[in-house]
């Protein structure tokens, strides 16, 4: 007779649990409103005259993302990495010899999205921050041992210089909001990046459609699939971010 209740209570529990594991805090909720806030700002920035420039070093940078999860992906998959390129109209381009094709070609889209969702979960903790800052530094270092060009390696030192500096400046507090920028540059462009290149089909090569020639399946569905990935990406890095950082 007894059971039922006992039942209940403890299910009553769990779920009383699990409502405050992803409840935001007070601090935690004004992480999301920057977080509200950087995506108004770069979606107001974007294509205004002149303002979008602001955003084009951070455009580069994401770029370079794009471009090491090619390379890194290669290097898991036995590839020899040639060279990195960056270019100036916020293109890249990723040379290897060997790998498996069929996982580093839709590596540049979801690495950029995994690191971007990363320092979005950092974004909530100033330690948090910094671990992942020096992931990215160490990601840009191999970008920059692999650049062939004085773009990659300018905006890959940029890069490492500022948040080397912001982790020095008034105890890294700087560092975090920087962090949790990049972050949410990273998985924006990445997002717009996919919708552009294949769902809209503006761009008439990319990532997806050289996958799409090797496997006979239709680009777009390619970006679809992505862009949901990428999206789960985004989402998921808020929300652990709301429940590993109370």
Known sequence: MYIPTILTKRQSSTNTAAIAAITPTKDQRTTLYIIFAYIAFILIVWNIPYLKHILYPFKLVTVAFHEFSHAFAGVLTGAKIVSIKIDPNEGGLTVMRGGFWWFTMPAGYLGSSFIGALMILAGFNITASKVVSVIIILCLLATLFWANNWLTRIITFLFIAIIIAL??????????????????????????????????????????TLFAEQTGFPSQCCGVIWLFISFLFFASGIMLGIILFK
Not at 179 to 188: D, H, K, Y
């Open 167 to 208: 982790w020095v400046l008034f105890q890294a507090k700087g560092l975090k909001y920087f962090v949790l920028f990049m972050g949410v540059m990273s998985c924006f462009y990445s997002l717009w990046d996919i919708v552009e290149d294949l769902v809209t089909r503006k761009v008439h090569q990319s990532d997806a």
